[in-house]
């Protein structure tokens, strides 16, 4: 039985109060917020002479604005059903809005300025010295800018270059239905895409195959709308990125994070070399699964029965705590005074947004909402968001306002190290055997999903948009080859390549936000291989400076001051390393069961 958040006690909840204390003192911020906001309009026409004038009123209204964003949000997520907090939060969504609309001049103002001049501002004193890299971030785009009627005529048109996006979505999750299916003892299931994969994990074989077969029927019933809306998108990614002169989509799309090419191609590589580890792992999968022929809805089920995972929250705390202590003692003082000042509205309750993130305002320290349910996955979950919190911790602390967020090319990183330092403790310190297999079944299961799944879907951006810059079709049977291939030289021989997952790319919403998915597998295993570091020769150091540093840099500079350098093969490289001595486990394992 789901509690209300009255009857949940007041020591597991976050204090969002924090931010402001009571309702009416937001009231009256927002109030005096909503006159001010256009008051920085009067910067413009901007001048290298009140520039950093009018930055620093942006980053003032900014910050402010923030906070009753996030008070308002916070307060609506906890109880969807309190309309006084949702329409708080939909007055602070109006608001964000205007403060985009009023600071909207000064990019373009800053991009027509002399760029001599705007240095000699920004080298005349330390404040305005604040904003070097910002305004570099700004300047470097430069050469993608176009006459002013053009990018006119582009924004013009934005709503139809995001067309193919807003229509597979709908198609996707207003107009697909899926059938029910039955299991081996007649029970029938129901479709969705939320339930979908924990179907396939199911230790029923007729579910997960019924399962597999009703869902990908659909898609296919819409193959050739879909094929289209695909290819649109495609096509849209291609031509932009020839009208703003780039040489390839690619090459577009990685410029707006400042990442080259050859962190892309590099990742892509580094894991087509190492395929004999998954092909190793679906051999492994299909001996413990016992089965004469592993088909592709036998990949997601658990090779270890679940054992005992409960954990409760308590417990969940002191283990995460010993698990990081290899990050050095301030962090692990912060994070225990997170765990136990008001951080964290650990339970779930009647209306409360589902699933776990970590957010906040500058300035304040951050907020962690779970649903925990006191479990092995859920204690991960803990340590997954607290490493979220701890990197915004670090870099409000010690960066301006200016800085205070992070990409997700990097974000990912924090978060991951938490969860690999946790897992490896519980390695080192888990006896029952069966529970570390389970353990290392899950962790084997992040590799496969995290840095070898997202690296195919990659490969597969990758061509298809070589193919249109080819002029060669995009259509379901071209799409379907690509794919099918990508499938079969990932999963290797061991594995039925079932026909349906050659149109699995027709599920993926990522697809229509191209470029993108690559990042977790990078993340993925830059966090691993840090991990690695911080465990075997002392990487702690490094490791919190990139925790400090927000985003005063590119991102690919901030990594390599932690210690990985993204561009080389080595942190793909040492993650697979982990990754081998994991299947090495389970193998001994299995050899010693089966004796
Ligand atoms: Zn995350």
């Known amino acids: 039985m789901i509690k209300n958040r009255n009857d949940i006690s007041d020591c597991f909840k976050w204090s969002v109060n924090d931010l402001f204390s009571n309702d009416e003192m937001w009231q009256t911020e927002f109030d005096e917020l909503s006159k001010k906001i256009n008051d920085i309009k009067n910067f413009n026409p901007l001048t290298e002479d009140n520039l950093i004038d009018c930055l620093k009123k942006q980053d003032e209204l900014g910050l402010r604005t923030e906070r009753v964003y996030v008070y308002a949000n916070l307060k609506a997520n906890e109880d969807s059903s309190n309309t006084f907090y949702q329409g708080m939060a939909s007055k602070s969504d109006t608001l964000i809005s205007e403060y985009s609309s009023a600071v909207s001049f000064i990019e373009p103002s800053i991009l027509k300025m002399d760029e001599n001049k705007i240095f000699e501002v920004l080298n005349s004193n330390t404040d305005a010295a604040v904003y070097k890299h910002m305004i570099k971030n700004i300047l470097r785009t430069k050469e993608h800018i176009l006459p002013h009627e053009q990018e006119e005529i582009i924004s ?61 029927d659909s898609f296919y019933k819409l193959k050739n709308s879909i094929s289209s809306i695909y290819a649109a998108s495609v096509k849209n990614d291609v031509a932009i990125s020839k009208i703003k002169k780039y040489n390839s989509s690619l090459e577009a799309s990685l410029f707006s994070v400042n990442v080259d090419k050859e962190v892309y191609i590099n990742l892509i590589d580094t894991v087509n070399r190492y395929l004999p580890l998954m092909h190793r792992y679906i051999k492994l999968r299909k001996k413990m699964l016992s089965v004469d022929e592993l088909h592709m809805y036998d990949l997601y089920t658990p090779i270890i029965k679940d054992t005992n995972t409960y954990m409760d929250f308590e417990n969940a705390k002191k283990t995460v705590l010993c698990a990081i202590k290899p990050l050095g003692e301030d962090y692990s003082y912060e994070f225990e005074k997170g765990l136990n000042e008001g951080w964290i509205d650990v339970y779930e309750n009647k209306g409360k947004r589902s699933g776990a993130y970590a957010w906040g305002a500058y300035g304040t320290h951050p907020f962690v909402s779970l649903n925990y349910d006191n479990t092995i996955n859920s204690m991960f979950t803990l340590a997954h968001e607290m490493g979220h919190a701890m990197h915004s911790f670090y870099t409000w602390k010690n960066q301006p306002y200016v800085y205070g967020d992070y990409t997700i090319f990097v974000a990912e990183v924090a978060s991951t190290v938490n969860e690999a330092l946790l897992m490896e403790y519980l390695l080192k310190t888990t006896n029952d055997e069966d529970k570390k297999m389970y353990l290392i079944n899950y962790f084997m299961e992040q590799f496969r999903g995290t840095l070898f799944r997202q690296t195919m879907f990659a490969e597969f951006e990758m061509k298809t948009h070589e193919m249109c810059e080819n002029a060669q079709p995009l259509n379901f049977d071209s799409l379907c080859e690509i794919y099918g291939n ?70 690919i500079n901030l990594l390599k001051l932690a210690g990985v350098d993204m561009s080389s093969p080595a942190p793909v490289e040492n993650a697979m390393k982990v990754f081998e001595k994991l299947i090495e486990q389970m193998e001994n394992y299995f050899e010693r069961m089966n004796k």
Do not use: C
């Open 156 to 216: 013009r048109f934005y709503e139809v270059s995001s067309a193919p996006e807003n229509i597979y979505s709908m198609l996707n999750n207003a107009d697909l239905v899926f059938k029910d299916v039955k299991a081996s003892d007649g029970k029938v299931y129901n479709i969705t895409h939320g339930k979908y994969i924990s179907l396939l994990e199911s230790q029923d074989r007729v579910l997960r195959k019924n399962a597999f077969e009703s869902y990908y």
């Open 486 to 555: 990508l499938n079969k030289k990932y999963y290797g021989d061991e594995i039925i390549n079932d026909k349906q997952i050659n149109w699995e790319w027709a599920r993926i919403p990522h697809f229509y936000n191209s470029f993108y998915v690559y990042q977790y597998a990078t993340g993925y295993s830059a966090a691993i291989a840090l991990s690695k570091k911080i465990l075997e020769d002392n990487g702690a150091e490094n490791y919190i400076k990139f925790l400090k540093s927000g985003s005063s840099d590119y991102s």
